[in-house]
């Protein structure tokens, strides 16, 4: 029996990312714009008695469009503009829980504003 020496070779262990709240978060928000953005084109197929069709009267203009976009890409904005701040420390959870309360209390006004004061469709 004969020994054979081998040179050893440096091994490197590729682990994969771990998922994090954060990545998880950020995902959510991504499917939850773009799936807003695709409703636009969703929108006016219908299901009747088993068969799809496509009805005109229930598609956008385009300043409705418009109106819709402006509100995705904004609440798109603030809901990643939250979730990262989330995640930047303890100062900047401070400055989300502001903004979140903010929100709320915007939110509970607009309720209670709206109620006498409905826009007729």
């Not at 995640?87 to 989300?96: A, E, I, L």
């Not at 929100?103 to 006498?116: E, K, T």
Request: proline share 3%.
């Amino acid at each position: 029996m004969q020994v054979q020496p081998q040179i050893s070779s440096s091994v490197t262990i590729v682990t994969k990312k771990e998922m994090t709240l954060r990545r998880v978060l950020n995902t959510y928000g991504f499917f939850t714009v773009i799936s807003l953005v695709l409703w636009i084109f969703t929108n006016p197929i219908t299901l009747e008695n088993m068969n799809f069709y496509f009805n005109d009267k229930k598609m956008l203009e385009t300043y409705q469009i418009m109106k819709y976009m402006s509100f995705v890409a904004g609440s798109g904005v603030i809901y990643f503009f939250l979730v990262n701040i989330y995640f930047m420390g303890q100062k900047w959870r401070k400055v989300f829980y502001t903004a979140i309360t903010l929100l709320f209390c915007l939110s509970l006004f607009m309720v209670f504003y709206l109620l006498p004061n409905a826009t007729p469709h």
